[in-house]
């Protein structure tokens, strides 16, 4: 049971360059969340999906598009990498919204 | 204020000693509480949850609530080496318009051989 799978683990881009962020889950769940985590500022919401077919804007949604492709799947866009989006992204699902989340092993970004 | 506090540490221990991890909210929103454990370079892992006030237990690991004081907290007992990671805490906000989990800034401990 793979639980969250996230891909590329690392990823180093030049600013202005465009990247998806890939995430699938096999758990069933209905929710899911891309994080951004950074030193000093704790895990921060940039989207979640609360069900197939919905998406919505988190704490810190600029710069970023999202789009969930069906049940399992829930991607990450940047379209015109910033350095200011050097971090590590984490997709995370649960079964229902407001219930407990399961994480991916993260991406770490560098926009240079 | 922020919603949710967690002191960042370092917090460091010798092998076997009972470490106590804290969370203090601000808001009576807050009704679900989660502990993760953050190992260096790996995503967050569900430790313990829970919705009441009181005590929940899961091996060496308890989970304390006190929803009157807006405060949480989760003891180790006989902590072993493996133990060092980041603990973070999280909380759903009910009355929140996003549906999301709040996070602490996480605490990091150190369990000494």
């Known amino acids: 049971n793979a639980g969250v799978t996230q891909t590329p683990k690392f990823q180093v881009l030049k600013t202005g360059q465009s990247m998806t962020l890939q995430c699938a889950q096999d758990m069933n769940h209905n929710s899911m969340y891309w994080y951004r985590q950074d030193p000093g500022m704790g895990l921060r919401l940039i989207y979640y999906?609360?069900?197939?077919?919905?998406?919505d804007k988190g704490e810190v949604p600029n710069g970023y598009n999202v789009s969930r492709l069906n049940k399992r799947e829930f991607s990450l866009r940047l379209e015109s990498a910033a350095p200011s989006q050097t971090s590590v992204y984490f997709c995370?699902?649960?079964?229902?919204?407001?219930?407990?989340?399961?994480f991916g092993q993260g991406t770490r970004l560098t926009v240079v | 204020q922020k919603e949710v506090e967690q002191d960042p540490g370092p917090l460091s221990v010798p092998e076997g000693a009972i470490v106590s991890l804290n969370c203090t909210y601000s808001?009576?929103?807050?009704?679900?509480f989660m502990w993760y454990r953050q190992y260096s370079r790996k995503g967050p892992e569900l430790l313990m949850y829970?919705?009441?006030?009181g005590n929940k237990e899961d091996g060496r690991f308890t989970a304390q609530v006190d929803k009157s004081s807006k405060y949480i907290s989760l003891f180790i007992r006989d902590s072993q080496p493996s133990d060092s990671a980041t603990y973070l805490c999280?909380?759903?906000?009910?009355?929140?318009?996003?549906?999301?989990?709040?996070f602490g800034k996480g605490t990091k401990l150190s369990v000494k051989p």
């Open positions: 999906s609360a069900s197939e077919g919905t998406t």
């Open positions: 995370a699902s649960s079964e229902h919204l407001n219930t407990e989340a399961f």
């Open positions: 808001n009576s929103a807050f009704q679900y």
């Open positions: 829970t919705y009441s006030s």
């Open positions: 999280a909380m759903v906000n009910y009355g929140g318009s996003q549906g999301n989990l709040i």
